[in-house]
């Protein structure tokens, strides 16, 4: 069975960083392409980057290109989501997400295979 655990949400200051992991268990991370998604207050759950298995490919939606950063540590069974320059805007539940089959375009949360709980990103103006 197949679980993640999403770590390092907080609250921040506009300007500032943070970065979050997310801990696979019950599989080895390298069978999954793994994504990140959010959801903030009343708004649906929208993709905010991925990273294939070897992590030789990574997509960002472009709200976020040259702040974000996805990366993956396959020996750990753990993808990240270096976080900078946050926004107000970048408040939301961020959610970790794998999928089995290796493709990093055009995802929506209906294509992942298994999701954590998430955690809550605050960033204060």
């Known amino acids: 069975q197949v679980q993640l655990v999403e770590f390092g949400g907080g609250l921040v200051q506009a300007g500032g960083s943070l970065r979050l992991s997310c801990v696979l268990s019950?599989?080895?991370?390298?069978?999954?392409?793994m994504g990140w998604f959010r959801q903030a207050p009343g708004k649906e759950r929208e993709f905010v980057a991925a990273i294939s298995r070897s992590g030789g490919r990574a997509n960002t939606v472009d709200s976020v290109k040259g702040r974000f950063t996805i990366s993956r540590d396959n020996d750990k069974n753990t993808a990240y989501l270096q976080m900078n320059t946050l926004k107000p805007e970048d408040t939301a539940v961020y959610y970790c997400?794998?999928?089995?089959?290796?493709?990093?375009?055009?995802?929506?949360?209906?294509?992942?295979?298994?999701w954590g709980k998430g955690t809550l990103v605050t960033v204060s103006s």
């Open positions: 997400a794998a999928r089995l089959e290796d493709t990093v375009m055009g995802l929506t949360a209906g294509d992942m295979d298994y």
């Open positions: 019950g599989r080895t991370l390298n069978w999954y392409t």
